[in-house]
Every structure is written in C-alpha cells, then in structure tokens.
C-alpha cells in the first residue's frame, strides 16, 4: 500500500491564482481530512469528509474548497490564491470507528506570492 | 472548547539526559489523547495512544486526567529522537477529528 500520497510535493502560485491539492489514499478509509501547517501555530483542520460525497468545514475553511466523489480521493481547492494561504497541506485519512489513528500524506508546501 | 497546549516551543537536552515534552489539554469528556511525531523531511506519523497504554521507541505518556495533562516522557534522549512533537486530542466528536497543539521541537545534542 502507498498509503497517503499527496502531489504536488512544492508548488508556487500568483496572487489571484487558482489550484488543486490532490489526495488519494489507498488503504480504503472513509475519513479523510485536511490541515494546514503554520510554522508555531501547529495544525488546523480545513475541511473533512466521513464518505464519498460528504464533506464538512473544519476550523479555517475560508478560501478553500473540497470534494468527495470517491473514497480515494479527496482533493483541495484554492480558487483565489492569497498570501496568508502560504503554508504547508497535509491531507490524513482514518477507519471508521475502532482504530483512531490518523495517516498523513507527505504533505505540499505552497507559496504564494 | 477543546483546547490542545504545548507550553515549549523548543526544549533542547544532551544525549542520555531524561525528556519530559509537556501537554495540557482542555475537555469537558472522555478525550482520546495522541502524540503524533515528525521527522525532519518526513511526513507525521503516529507515537503513542493514551489508549493503548504501550512504549514506542522508550516514550511513554501517561493521561492525567486531575490535571488535565498528558505529557511524554523518556528516560535517556538519543540524538535519533530529535523531531517535532505533536500532541493532539479527539473528542469522540463527528468524524474523528484531531485537535493539535502548536508542537514541540526537541533537539537532542551529542
């Protein structure tokens, strides 16, 4: 199993840009989530999905979105890139239920200038 | 509200001296607590469950749950262990959300 694979692995965009994070997780977890990594701030959650076609904002959702067409893959949406949105993603994925434990993917730094 | 408190941005220690990375937390149930650990250039990866109650690489941690604490603990450091701690909290909230505190860096010096 790959596990959690996150791409792109660096990424650089304009202000006003737009983008895409992909996800995908092969190890057939509904849960899946994403934060974000400020440097001192630790991680904040941005949106989650408990199943394909379900997702719901975390703590900092503003300026971005989500969607969950399978149980794979659930990717992450920058319409109008900003500086504040300048951070390292990493998106997790769990079982339902029982065991707890969340899997990271290795994360995609972004830069937005 | 759920709140997740690493008091030490950065705790700095020679090899073979004890660690001790501090966590506080604020809930008002049963929370499920966790120390999540990154390594440079690695993706986080999961330490230790206060449920399972097991040592993983000589850390252990012990919920307190009178003082609200759940503190790592190893007795001697290894320059190996230098990394990012997380401590992190779930509530047994809808979809297994985690809460973080803001980690610890531990550097462990030859």
């Known amino acids: 199993n790959a596990g959690v694979t996150q791409t792109p692995k660096f990424r650089i965009l304009k202000i006003g840009q737009s983008m895409t994070l992909q996800c995908t997780q092969d190890m057939n977890h509904n849960y899946m989530y994403w934060y974000r990594q400020d440097p001192g701030m630790g991680l904040k959650l941005i949106y989650y999905s408990v199943g394909a076609g379900i997702t719901d904002k975390g703590e900092v959702p503003n300026g971005y979105n989500v969607s969950r067409s399978t149980t794979e893959d659930f990717p992450l949406r920058l319409e109008l890139a900003a500086p504040s949105q300048t951070s390292v993603y990493f998106c997790?994925?769990?079982?339902?239920?029982?065991?707890?434990?969340?899997?990271f993917g290795p994360g995609t730094r972004l830069l937005v200038l | 509200a759920q709140r997740v408190t690493q008091p030490e941005k950065l705790l700095s220690v020679f090899k073979g001296a004890p660690v001790e990375l501090k966590c506080n937390y604020s809930y008002s149930g049963s929370p499920e607590l966790f120390w999540y650990v990154q390594y440079s250039r690695q993706r986080l990866q999961l330490l230790l469950r206060?449920?399972s109650r097991e040592s993983i690489k000589g850390f252990t941690a012990d919920l307190n749950k009178g003082e609200t604490s759940f503190h790592l603990k190893k007795p001697f450091a290894q320059e190996e262990d230098s990394a990012m701690y997380y401590c992190?909290?779930?509530?047994?909230?809808?979809?297994?959300?985690?809460?973080f505190g803001q980690g610890t860096e531990l550097s462990v010096k030859p």
């Open positions: 997790a994925s769990r079982l339902t239920g029982g065991e707890s434990t969340q899997y």
């Open positions: 206060h449920i």
């Open positions: 992190a909290l779930s509530g047994g909230n809808q979809g297994g959300k985690l809460i």
